[in-house]
């Protein structure tokens, strides 16, 4: 409660006790028990066309970065602050055998080793003994993944089966404009109030229903029975909707460890096994974007997947129709920059959201003993991961 329950409190907002936050859930710098934890799974931290000869700025996990590829095609992500001076290699000029900084000309490869300090004598006589900081990257999806966590415990790259196997004219296509998070490119709140969205599938018929208008299609607008369950992944949600022919409308969303979105079409174009996957990733403790990667049969479809409101997208609403038809943007940026953990009141309807935490939690306590946390594998062989979400008709 975060309201006083003393003897003839009237519940005014001055009677609220002191504001508190759930820090170890989401704060994501390096140091903190999540950041930490985050650190051991691998995040895309742009699509695979940003790592260019043009170095581009990275934000991951509260850490500037620049990506870039070199001359030679291998892709590079190092600390923006080169590690002679202090300037930024945003300004650094990307040639054949990595970044050269553009305050003293010293050369870095894709994995930080100083190639050249031509300004010292003899070209650096000690620059074997100097690294810029770096973190290793792999390309998959048409993104680009980074592992930022400590080397010795770094898993495989997952892959994942909704992204293997193609249906007949079917590629992967992938975009970085937060497809999903209801706004512009930057959402401008805690990662978390995003992530818990997933497994709260009330907020579909009110939110994007009634309140708003239909945004998705009449099939989503009805209250459905529900139910969670934990996997080795993270949190199911099986939601069970009554149709008008008899049949019924089963719906399988999945939170999976550490970000991923698994989140079947809301438009209910078919019914079948999830098209797209999409990743969280916080970009600091008051930011975070969304990547996703998905199966298209014309490029340009998974952007065409965006939702709008009154026929608008989000970014041509007035402000008058941003209050008149909120949507997924308003209601969790609405909440803060980081939500007020103190002053939540859950209900039966958000066991979901309860789950997804103490799941969070015990990760951490994981950790804390030295074991590793769901979701890490360290098998190069083995079989993609198949998640069960999708949309899904059938009979009782």
Known sequence: MSVAPHAGSLGTAYELREAQIKDDLVRVGRGTPMGELLR??????????????????????????VLFRDGLGKPGLLHARCCHRGTTLYYGKVEERGIRCCYHGWLFDTEGRTLEQPCEPQGGLFRDKIRQPWYQVEERYGLIFAYMG????????????????????????????????????????????????????????????????????????????????????GVLVRSKRRMDDGKTFYRVTEAAFPTLRVVPNPRVAKFSRVESIGWVLPIDDTTFRIFVAGRVKQQGDIGRMRSKMNDKFWWELSEEEH???????????????????????????????LMLRRLLQAQLDAMAQGRDPIGVNFDADGPPIVFEAGNFIGKD
């Open 323 to 353: 209050q008149r038809f909120p949507g997924d943007y308003e209601a969790q940026v609405g909440q803060g920059e980081i939500t007020i953990h103190s002053e939540e009141h859950f209900g039966q309807t958000d066991r979901g959201v």
């Open 40 to 65: 051991r799974y691998w995040h895309p931290v742009g699509l695979v066309a940003d790592a260019c000869e043009t170095p581009k700025k990275v934000r991951a996990l509260g850490e500037d970065l």
């Open 150 to 233: 400590p080397p010795d415990k770094r898993p495989i790259l997952p892959r994942y089966d909704a992204l293997e196997t193609m249906d007949e004219g079917e590629f992967v296509e992938a975009d970085g404009s937060s497809l999903g998070g209801g706004g512009p490119a930057i959402i401008p709140c805690n990662w978390l109030q995003h992530y818990e969205n997933v497994v709260d599938p009330f907020h579909v018929p009110v939110l994007h229903g009634s309140f708003s208008g239909p945004q998705f299609t009449m099939a989503m607008a009805s209250i459905p029975d529900v139910t969670f369950e934990t996997s080795p992944r």
